[in-house]
């Protein structure tokens, strides 16, 4: 974290959580309110629009205004000779797949550079064979070199309650061993995140009762409902450039009530509608081939019959 005692940002506080008082204090000539103040502010609304872009998420949108607050009012009470509390922002992302946990992990990474809290903020992402070796030793070894590589950014170990697996013996348990030191020893060099379904998920950090505190914030992934899921994939088809008939979008939600319900835990929510959308794509192009139509309309639409829902009766998408 940079040190915020310089005289530039004195006073700012007061100033800038308070639009009156601003215009107070301007009258009478004293400039408290700095241009990097206003930069910084910046970086919260530079995220939160980022964010829009994502349907729901409302837990991660309310958060980072969270965490931008307390970490700025942390900077204004060291500069006031205040204490100010630890900042331990290891995180728990407990939800079903595709419902945003990597792509928010990412998002986050990014944020805490900006906000001076990471100093490359990049993500790392592992799972289980990536921290866990073959012999004695081995595991804690390789558990080093990802931090290593993580240093400076987020780690982000997915299904992270797969490191228990084995019970007492296993060697998952001595790469929990070797994460847990790494907290204590290089606490601020990098933020680790634990993702994985929820009940997994708690039952993971039951059986480690060290962990829980280490984990002062636990983020719930929803399943998206149907309607989300729609908008969803309506945004990622305008991204493209493409647009459904009204007919496409009956045909879908129909399917999608029957496949979220068939394929239960294991529904991809985010990612199975990225999957259907990218293939719908492919599938228009040859029924344009097959029909030899290339005008700008036929270009741009996705009918009913473009999107194949036969496939993911037997398999996840
Ligand atoms: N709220 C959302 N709005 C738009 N796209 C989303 C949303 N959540 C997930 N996606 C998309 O779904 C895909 C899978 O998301 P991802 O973050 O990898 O999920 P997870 O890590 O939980 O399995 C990505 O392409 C992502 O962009
Ligand atoms: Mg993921």
């Not at 729901?56 to 607050?69: D, N, Q, R, S, V």
């Not at 006031?80 to 946990?101: A, D």
């Not at 290593?148 to 061993?177: C, N, P, Q, T, W």
């Not at 045909?251 to 259907?276: M, T």
Request: with cysteine.
């Amino acid at each position: 974290m940079s040190n915020p005692n310089n005289t530039k940002k004195s006073g700012r506080i007061n100033v800038v959580l308070n639009q009156a008082r601003q215009e107070r204090v301007k009258s009478k000539d004293i400039v408290y309110y700095s241009e990097e103040d206003k930069e910084k502010h910046e970086v919260l609304k530079k995220f939160e629009r980022r964010m829009e872009k994502y349907v729901g998420l409302t837990e991660i949108k309310k958060l980072l205004k969270e965490i931008y607050a307390w970490i700025y009012v942390n900077h204004c009470r060291e500069q006031q000779g205040l204490k100010t509390s630890k900042q331990v922002l290891h995180m728990l992302f407990k939800g079903n797949p595709g419902t945003g946990k990597t792509t928010v992990a990412r998002i986050i990474a990014e944020f805490f550079h900006e906000m001076e809290v990471l100093e490359k903020g990049h993500l790392l992402e592992v799972e289980r064979a990536d921290l866990v070796g073959e012999y004695i030793g081995h595991t804690a070894q390789k558990t080093r070199e990802v931090i290593k590589k993580a240093s400076g950014g987020v780690l982000f170990v997915d299904e992270a309650y797969s490191l228990a697996r084995g019970g007492e013996k296993d060697f998952g348990k001595e790469a929990i061993d070797t994460l847990v030191k790494a907290m204590e020893d290089q606490q601020h060099q990098f933020v680790l995140i634990l993702a994985g379904y929820s009940r997994e998920m708690d039952y993971f950090m039951s059986l480690n009762p060290g962990l829980p505190s280490r984990f002062p914030i636990s983020i719930d992934f929803p399943n998206y409902t149907l309607d989300e899921l729609l908008e969803i994939l309506i945004g990622m088809g305008h991204e493209r450039e493409y647009t459904l008939t009204a007919e496409a979008l009956r045909h879908i939600k129909d399917e999608l009530k029957l496949i979220r319900i068939e394929q239960e835990r294991a529904f991809s929510n985010g990612r199975y509608i990225r999957n259907l959308v990218e293939e719908a794509i492919r599938l228009q192009a040859v029924r344009l081939l097959r029909q030899g139509t290339f005008d700008r309309r036929s270009l741009e639409t996705l009918e009913a019959d473009d999107f194949n829902f036969s496939s993911s009766r037997v398999q996840t998408k």
